[in-house]
T-cell receptor
């Protein structure tokens, strides 16, 4: 079973604050993803990467940066957090030539 | 572009009744179709997938048939249990999506004992 971990699990910040969400996968997967989940919108893709140093823009990238430092680690950066970014964030990974994504447990972010 | 539309929730059922969650898709390609399930407090996990038209996928008593003519992939279960309470996502992956998942909006299922 694929293992994806996220930290922190919960985070509270203020408007204008700087937040970094972390994701690590230990399955040597090439692809990693950041999603946000909001009631009425389901899962929306923010950014994804197919390897260290690579970054692809998803469907809702505004206000978010991401960086893939290693095969295992993918970070989501909110440099000027806004209340509209209050959400549940999921990281996922997928192997090359595979189609199943494996999700982490999520990070709940509250921006006051 | 590709899209997936599914039953809007929440859907509330009594234990022991049957379930259908509708899923329709649009694509010009030949997709693989997926159902994911998300239990409370967890990330989504694969329920099952079907890569070929006219084939059926199943897991944990749930099943769905890839209907290419109707462009549908409806999730069914004959008798639901309280433990089936979760959010269910239909999704597709194909060449047009660069083999990334295109998600439906999710259907929250509430099963009352």
């Amino acid at each position: 079973e694929a293992a994806v971990t996220q930290s922190p699990r919960n985070k509270v910040t203020v408007t204008g604050g700087n937040v970094t969400l972390s994701c690590r996968q230990t399955n040597s997967h090439n692809y990693m993803y950041w999603y946000r989940q909001d009631t009425g919108h389901g899962l929306r893709l923010i950014h994804y990467s197919y390897g260290a140093g690579n970054l692809q823009i998803g469907d809702v990238p505004d206000g978010y940066k991401a960086t893939r430092t290693t095969q295992e680690d993918f970070f989501l950066l909110l440099e000027l957090a806004s209340p509209s970014q209050t959400s549940l964030y999921f990281c996922a990974s997928k192997g090359h030539n595979q189609d199943t994504q494996y999700f982490g447990p999520g990070t709940r972010l509250l921006v006051l | 572009g590709d899209s997936v539309t599914q039953t809007e929730g929440p859907v509330t059922l009594s234990e022991g009744t049957s379930l259908t969650v509708n899923c329709s898709y649009e694509t010009k390609q030949y997709p693989t179709l997926f159902w994911y399930v998300q239990y409370p407090g967890e990330g989504p996990q694969l329920l099952f997938k079907v890569p070929k038209a006219n084939e059926k996928g199943s897991n944990r008593g749930f099943e769905a048939t890839y209907n290419k003519e109707a462009t549908s992939f409806h999730l069914q279960k004959a008798s639901v249990q309280e433990s089936d309470s979760a959010v269910y996502y239909c999704a597709l992956s194909d060449m047009d999506s660069n083999y990334q998942l295109i998600w439906g909006s999710g259907t929250k299922l509430i099963i009352k004992p």
